[in-house]
């Protein structure tokens, strides 16, 4: 059933109960914990993580872990917003209504299955990086509340044997993201836009899936990352500005 769907909300208070009975539950449950509380953990003195894009309060680090010669490079980037919700952040990057309008690196977008109101199956397919192939990837997306004030969108791939593994021109790539937002106001405050603010915790790791070159990626995603965290929360912080704050 492929279809597109204007109805999601914002993200629900509880999990959905028809994410519960899926088959995907279990999988989607463990992989969004882990995820999330791995989001949270910061960078700082860790061995490892190097920074590689600094802009006003935006903080990029990575960590270079190449496979048999392919870049998988984990990225964790820590963001502050003011003027947003955490969950008002996870609505725009969990609704595939907007995607199109923030998503640069995107070519095309299917909702392969709507789940429940708070997890749906994608296949996307990616601009194509010269001189490697085209990719594209199948994955699922889940938005929760986790904890006071925090919601997060964790995507991962999976398979469908309607959307087999290069069988077109592209080769899949495995995606495991996680965008986790907190919201904090002052105490014995009523949050609103002029004191909200919420921290941006984004984790990303990509297995490019087949051959790619090495400096090639790495160029692309230096510039890709930061590129997107600044064009997704500015279209989130323009979307909000004339709305009520929902949190
Ligand atoms: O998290 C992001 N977006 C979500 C909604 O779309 C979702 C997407 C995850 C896919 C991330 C993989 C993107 C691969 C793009 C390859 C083509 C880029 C072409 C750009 C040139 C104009 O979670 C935001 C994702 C922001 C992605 C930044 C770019 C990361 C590049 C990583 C290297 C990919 C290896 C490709 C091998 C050829």
């Not at 995820?35 to 490892?48: D, K, L, S």
């Not at 109101?117 to 929760?144: E, G, N, Y």
């Not at 230096?222 to 989130?236: A, H, I």
Request: with cysteine.
């Amino acid at each position: 059933a492929v279809h597109t769907r204007d109805q999601i909300e914002l993200p629900p208070p509880a999990i959905d109960n028809r994410l519960t009975v899926h088959p995907l539950w279990p999988e989607i449950d463990r992989i969004s914990t882990e995820q999330i509380q791995a989001a949270f953990e910061g960078v700082g003195g860790e061995i490892g993580w190097q920074l590689f894009a600094e802009e006003g309060d935006m903080r990029m680090y990575r960590r270079e872990v190449e496979v048999d010669g392919m870049v998988m490079d984990p990225l964790k980037a820590m963001h502050k917003v003011r003027g947003v919700s955490a969950r008002e952040m996870c609505h725009y990057f969990f609704n595939p209504r907007y995607r199109y309008e923030w998503e640069t690196t995107l070519e095309q977008m299917t909702i392969v299955e709507e789940i429940s109101s708070d997890a749906l199956v994608f296949h996307q397919t990616f601009k194509r990086i010269w001189p490697a192939s085209q990719r594209d990837a199948l994955f699922w997306s889940h938005v929760r509340a986790s904890s006071e004030n925090t919601f997060a969108v964790t995507n991962h791939s999976t398979t469908n044997t309607e959307y087999p593994a290069n069988s077109s021109a592209c080769i899949r790539l495995f995606v495991t993201v996680c965008l986790a937002c907190r919201s904090t106001y002052p105490a014995g405050e009523q949050p609103t836009r002029d004191n909200i603010t919420t921290s941006i915790a984004y984790c990303s790791t990509v297995n490019p899936g087949g051959w790619a070159p090495a400096g090639v990626l790495r160029a692309v995603y230096k510039r890709e990352y930061p590129k997107f965290l600044k064009r997704f929360t500015g279209y989130v912080v323009d979307q909000c500005k004339d709305k009520p704050l929902a949190i």
